[in-house]
C-alpha cells in the first residue's frame, strides 16, 4: 500500500471543472460519464497544495519573480528523471505548452510557411498552426507490427525551404507511444540532413510505463541546436489550471528569438501561485509521481484486458505512456459521425471524437484513464454493455 490514495474519489461537479462541467454543452447530456479532457481525476499532491496554502497566508500576491530555486528544480528533475543535462539559461517560460508552441511558431516560422505534423495528434496543434497563417502539413504515423510508427521516408519528402518545422509530440497523443531511442535518432539524422527544426512536445514525458522508456529528443548529440522543448508540471502532478510551463532552449540565437515573442505579447510572467506550484512538485514530489504513474499503469493493464476480453471487434494497441488511449471502434461498423453519437446516447459516456485528431481518427475514440480504478470501470461496463445490445439487436 503506498502512501498517497488514488482510489479516492474526488466530486468535481461544479467546481468550474472543465471535464466535468461542459459535458452537458459538449455532449448533449450533463450526466455522461466524462472520459474527455486530458486532466486527472486524482487531488494534487498534497505538498503542492500545503506549498500553495502557505504562500496564500502570506497575504500578498502581487508580482511575481522567479527564483533560482525553482530554475535549480527544473534542471535537477530533467537530470535525475530523464538523464538531461542542461544550463540554466536555457529555462523559459510559457502560459502552457500550447501557448509555447504557438510563441514558437511566431518565432521561426513565416506566415504562409508549411509546419509538419505527424497525425492523428493533439488538436490544439492544428489550431496554432492555421490561426497563425500557417497551413498544416500532415505526415501521417502508419502501422508497422501492430503499433503506430513514424513515416520518415514520408516526412523526409514533405521538408522543403518553406517547410522545415515540425510540431513533434513525445510521448504521442493520442496514439500512447513512447517513441524509442532509435526511433528518434533516425529522426534526428533526417533533421541534421534536412536542416529541421523540431519543437517538442513532452508534457506526458513522467506517465511512462514500466515496459517503456522516454528519451528526451534534445539529448541527442545532433538535437540540443535544433529542438524547442516543451514540459510541463500539469500532466505528472495534476495541475493544468495553473497554467504554467516551461520550455527548455539550449540555443542561445533559438532563445532570444523565442523571448523577443514572449516581449512583445507581454507574456513573460507565469501567475505566483503557478511558480509556488511547480518548484514545489518539482522538489518534494517524487514519490507522489512515482505511485501516481504505477497506479495508472494498473488502469492501462485493467482497460488493455478489458478491451480485448468485453470489446472483442474493437482495438486498442498496448500504451506505452500517457493516461489517454486510442481506441479503434470501426470493427463495430462506426464511423466519426455515428460513434460519438453511440457513445454519448446509448453508453452514456463522454470521449473525446476521433476525428478532432485528424482524418485519420475516423471510427476511433480517446478514453482518459486518469481516474479512480472504479470510476474506469463503470465506464468500460457502460462502453461494453451499450456494444452488446446493438450487437444483438
Known sequence: MGKYNFDEYIERRNTSSMKWDLVGERFGDPDLLPYWVADMDFR??????EAIEEKLKHGVLGYPVVKESLI???????????????DKSAVTWAPGVVGGLAFAIEAYTKPGDGIILQTPVYPPFYEIIETAGRHVVKNPLKRENGRFVMDLDGLEKLITPTCRTLIFCSPHNPVSRVWTKDELEKLADLAEGKDMLILSDEIHQDI???????????????????????LAPSKTFNLAGLASSVAIIPDPSLMEQYKSV???????????????????????????????????????????KFVKERMP?????????TYIFWIDFRGYGFDGKTLPEFLAKEAKVALNKGLDFGSEG????????????????????????ALDKKEIS
Open 313 to 321: 471487434k474493437a482495438k486498442m494497441d498496448h500504451p506505452e505512456g
Open 44 to 49: 494534487s499532491p498534497p505538498e503542492v497544495i
Open 208 to 230: 511512462v510505463f514500466s515496459d517503456a522508456r522516454h528519451t528526451c529528443l534534445a539529448t541527442l548529440p545532433k538535437m540540443e541546436k535544433r529542438t524547442v522543448t516543451f
Open 362 to 385: 475516423d471510427g476511433f475514440a480517446r478514453l482518459n484513464v486518469g481516474t479512480t480504478r472504479k470510476q474506469l470501470a463503470e465506464g468500460l461496463e457502460r462502453i461494453a454493455a
Open 72 to 86: 535549480e528544480s527544473i534542471v535537477n528533475w530533467e537530470k535525475v528523471r530523464h538523464g538531461w543535462s542542461f
Open 262 to 304: 514572449l516581449v512583445r505579447f507581454h507574456l513573460s510572467r507565469l501567475n505566483a501561485m503557478g511558480l509556488v506550484a511547480m518548484e514545489a512538485a518539482y522538489t518534494k514530489c517524487a514519490n507522489w509521481a512515482d505511485e501516481m504513474v504505477a497506479y495508472l499503469e494498473g488502469n492501462r493493464n485493467y482497460a488493455e
